[in-house]
């Protein structure tokens, strides 16, 4: 892991590294002795099923989040403490720093965050939003293979500003499935690497944007698995479906009071509503996936595409 690594606006710094304390910076320690117990759980399903357990602390200033089989992230401010990570290497910490640490940390701070994979063409993106599981990481990989500017893998924080809502890049990776990642790293030349997920993580060969560049997002695509012998297409969706789906896909979206969900309607709504959204039809036969990848290239060109 570089000393300072970014992913979604913010950077990680780790407590022996040289670099100083700035904001969207969150210093990482690691920690011997066992984390803090006793507090109240306030994570869903959806974490659960990861084997994650998110626990608050009395006050609500600080959260635990603890992995079943792996370490413990303790958040306090700008700080970071890692428990029982003694046995990670450097690459292995930045798995979880990277992915879920981060982005649990930016919603508890009230970003957007999307269930998303994102790529660019001209310096517009295009965000790729569905659950687990609908090949978001497959379709950007096969896009940055293509030529397109990788944007995010799994995990797009997005926020609105006066010139439109804008993507901050994540970290430069593709995690992929075993049956995903086989079609990849014989074109990048090196073997993939077992990561925490049970997926693997494949070389991005460069084509990343930067982390310091948020990219003004042009287009937003909800996957949706297609029908058997049906053809990849893209059909436009109402603002108020649209919403809808965008709600059901907020990363880390059990999180937050009566407040909270108030405000991720506002925001998905008028995400739906400015950007406005479209439905892709994609076939879950991978040896169709350089046809999904034209069919959004067409769509990012602004080409009608049924």
């Known amino acids: 892991m570089e000393p300072s690594p970014a ?6 710094r780790l407590a022996d590294a040289p670099g100083d304390e700035t904001p969207g910076t969150l210093t990482v320690h690691r920690a011997a002795g066992e984390p803090p117990t006793g507090w109240p759980e306030v994570a869903g399903r959806e974490a659960a099923a990861r084997g994650l357990t998110v626990s608050a602390s009395p006050a609500g200033d600080r959260y635990l989040m603890c992995w079943d089989d792996g370490p413990s992230f303790l958040l306090s401010g700008s700080q970071v403490t890692v428990h029982g990570a003694a046995d990670l290497t450097a690459d292995e910490l930045s798995w979880y720093l990277l992915g879920p640490v981060a982005a649990f940390w930016l919603r508890w701070q009230g970003r957007f965050l999307l ?13 790729l939003a569905a659950p687990s599981g609908r090949g978001k990481s497959t379709l950007v990989a096969a896009l940055v293979g293509r030529g397109a500017l990788g944007v995010a893998d799994d995990l797009a924080h997005l926020e609105t ?8 890049p994540a970290a430069p990776r593709h995690l992929l499935w075993p049956d995903a990642a086989d079609r990849f790293t014989p074109a990048a030349g090196v073997g993939a690497a077992d990561c925490r997920w049970d997926k693997l993580a494949v070389p991005t060969a460069g084509r990343w944007a930067p982390a310091d560049r948020p990219l003004p997002l042009a287009h937003l695509l909800l996957l949706r698995p297609a029908p058997p012998g049906a053809a990849p297409a893209v059909t436009p969706l109402s603002a108020g479906v649209a919403a809808a789906r965008l709600l059901a896909n907020l990363h880390a979206g059990w999180y937050g009071d009566a407040a909270v969900r108030a405000r991720d309607l506002a925001r998905t709504a008028e995400l739906a509503e400015s950007v406005g959204a479209a439905e892709l039809v994609v076939p879950r036969d991978l040896d169709r996936l350089d046809e999904v990848a034209a069919v959004v290239e067409r769509h990012a060109a602004g080409e009608a595409v049924r």
Request: hydrophobic share 50%; proline share 0%.
């Open 161 to 168: 500003g006066a010139d439109g809502w804008r993507v901050h």
């Open 115 to 127: 269930h998303a994979g994102a790529v660019a063409f001209s310096g517009r993106a295009v965000a």
């Open 7 to 12: 992913s979604c606006g913010l950077r990680f």
